[in-house]
């Protein structure tokens, strides 16, 4: 009993802090032979603070130039530090105004980066997979069941569509791809057409995956 209460509760939330809430999606590369849990390469987040504005914070040094030139209309910036930067991430939030991603994952990697137990995360932090999960299995005569319950099926079953997809493994390409130019000024400078973009491409796709979580707990408020 005492484990369950290191999982995010499924209710959805009210409307107050649906509107309030922080919305946020780490990219990056999973696990491989260099690191059981490589630290993500960029957050996105929708309404810090409260703003209703989207920015993307890129950690690694490696994309360090192609953040310098990142060629989309929303605001992308370089912040080496992860620790600092989500700690003062994690102190703009409150009960009423939490954390809203879609899967455990960013959980995880907060409580990891943080060095917090789960329980001072937990709290403040919305889970959109589970939340939609329990919400569709009760409005089962109005909605079909999506065959998966990842972000574009559930997005797809409540009549919304994402702005950019791509296909398995996409993103991590697309990442090793930029990363062999954009270490250094010259490198990037001197990128291909196609690698930048790719660049603007994984900036789009994190961008589309928050703000589609943003429109499903819209949806079942039923805004």
Known sequence: ??????????????????????????????????????????????????????????????????????????????????????????????????????????????????????????????????IARHWLGGHSENYERPETHDLHSVAAAMGITPSLQFPKGGMTARLRMVREHSGTKRGWKEAPKQVRNAWKEVLLYNQSDVLTMHKIMQHMRGR
């Open 1 to 130: 009993m005492a484990k369950a209460a290191h999982h995010p509760r499924t209710t959805l939330p009210d409307q107050e802090i649906v509107d309030a809430g922080c919305y946020i999606d780490f990219e990056g590369f999973a696990p491989n032979e260099h690191a059981a849990s490589p630290p993500p390469v960029l957050i996105g987040i929708y309404n810090r603070e409260q703003k209703g504005q989207f920015v993307q914070v890129v950690f690694n040094k490696e994309y360090r130039w192609a953040t310098e030139e990142a060629g989309v209309p929303h605001e992308v910036v370089y912040g080496p530090n992860r620790k600092d930067f989500l700690q003062t991430l994690r102190s703009s939030t409150r009960l009423w105004r939490p954390f809203f991603a879609y899967r455990e994952h960013e959980l995880k990697v907060l409580t990891r980066l943080l060095q917090q137990p789960p329980q001072r995360i937990v709290r403040r932090y919305k889970n959109v997979r589970s």
